[in-house]
């Protein structure tokens, strides 16, 4: 009933148990170290901390609220920059690459708007797992695929503390929220942890390039919306992404990140033979710094190794090697 799921907090199993003493709860999950997340109709909630900070309580709140009106709305983005919102949408997931039976996450899901493109791009091999802060939002977005043929998996909980193992999804999907998310660097770094090696993530929101600011187009968006000046997430991205793009999408005031999930940092041959007279490898330059010697030894030394016909670094090493084993021989 609710597959693949662990304790946001510290990733250990949880078991159901029905509860008799509440009128909200029809159940909670326990994970092993006692912590506890209610299930009402039948969507679990991971929120975690369940006492939010102030400005993620205030979009809350403020998603609570809109929830049953919101796609009344959410077309003005698209009309107010004469972009066709069905093909911004669908162009955004092309980046996924999906495949029809690929096991996908959507954070921030909302109303569904896009959850409903992913899930025509499934069959019934396929997976979907649907999460955003707001049980409101979730519960019209499971309206909305109610007849979907694909496995759907919907939850309330916040970005920054996935309730899954790693290595889980082919691909997550995120646009629209991650300007308001608590925590932008913890929450990548929790989509790159639940997702496979060369998985794909996209993610996007409001963003204005810098070089739109001054002009009247940037200063009517601007002033209808301070969140087109906040800074893409560049500092916050992880170690692992690879292949990355940044594109401008809906009037060029959106940003659009995609990248490759890698496994840590990027892997380069710094032991490679550097050609030239200098010599060395990237790891010996950088390891390999002392404290440097007088502009008269550094002249005769790079004479002394032209001289032999090596390169600076092997002629250098081969001199500190052998005086350092001299002088320890003679301790």
């Given amino acids: 009933m609710f597959p693949n799921y662990v304790c946001p907090v510290n990733g250990c199993g949880l078991k159901l148990q029905q509860t008799t003493d509440s009128e909200n709860e029809d159940s909670v999950l326990v994970s092993e170290k006692g912590l506890r997340y209610s299930i009402i109709d039948d969507i679990p909630n991971f929120t975690f901390p369940q006492q939010l900070g102030e400005l993620q309580q205030q979009q809350l709140d403020y998603y609570q609220a809109c929830a049953e009106n919101y796609d009344d709305v959410q077309h003005l ?6 972009e066709n919102e069905k093909q911004v949408r669908e162009n955004s997931i092309k980046q996924l690459n999906l495949r029809r039976s690929s096991k996908v996450l959507e954070i921030a899901c909302g109303t569904g708007k896009d959850s409903e493109i992913i899930a025509d791009q499934l069959d019934d091999t396929g997976e979907l797992f649907l999460q955003d802060i707001s049980s409101a939002m979730i519960n019209q977005c499971r309206d909305k695929l109610i007849n979907s043929k694909v496995q759907t998996h ?8 996935l309730p ?13 929220g991650l300007n308001v998310f608590d925590d932008k660097k913890k929450s990548l770094q ?26 009247e187009f940037g200063k009517i968006l601007l002033n209808n919306n301070k969140l087109f000046k906040i800074e ?3 500092n ?18 959106y940003y659009l990140i995609d990248f490759t999930v890698g496994k840590g940092e990027p892997n380069a041959n710094f032991d490679m033979e550097i050609p030239g007279s200098r010599g060395g490898t990237l790891n010996s330059r950088y390891f390999g710094q002392l ?3 007088s502009v008269t ?10 001289n032999k016909g090596i390169s600076h670094h092997q002629w250098l090493n081969e001199v500190v090697l052998n005086a350092a084993r001299s002088e320890i021989d003679k301790s």
């Avoid at 983005?77 to 004469?82: A, E, G, M, N, Y």
């Avoid at 919907?154 to 503390?161: D, I, K, L, P, R």
């Avoid at 899954?164 to 629209?176: L, N, P, R, T």
């Fill in 291 to 293: 404290e440097g010697v």
């Fill in 77 to 82: 983005t698209f009309d107010i920059q004469r």
């Fill in 190 to 215: 929790e989509m790159v942890r639940v997702t496979k090696p060369g998985g794909r993530i996209v993610v996007g929101d409001e963003s204005m390039p810098p070089w739109l600011y001054e002009t």
């Fill in 297 to 306: 030894t550094k002249v005769l030394a790079e004479q002394a190794a032209k």
């Fill in 232 to 234: 893409l997430p560049l």
């Fill in 154 to 161: 919907f939850s309330v909980g916040n970005a920054s503390y």
């Fill in 236 to 253: 916050e991205m992880p170690i692992e992404a690879r292949e990355v793009c940044v594109r401008w999408i809906i009037g060029g005031v």
């Fill in 164 to 176: 899954f193992e790693d290595d889980v999804f082919d691909a997550i999907y995120s646009f629209g």
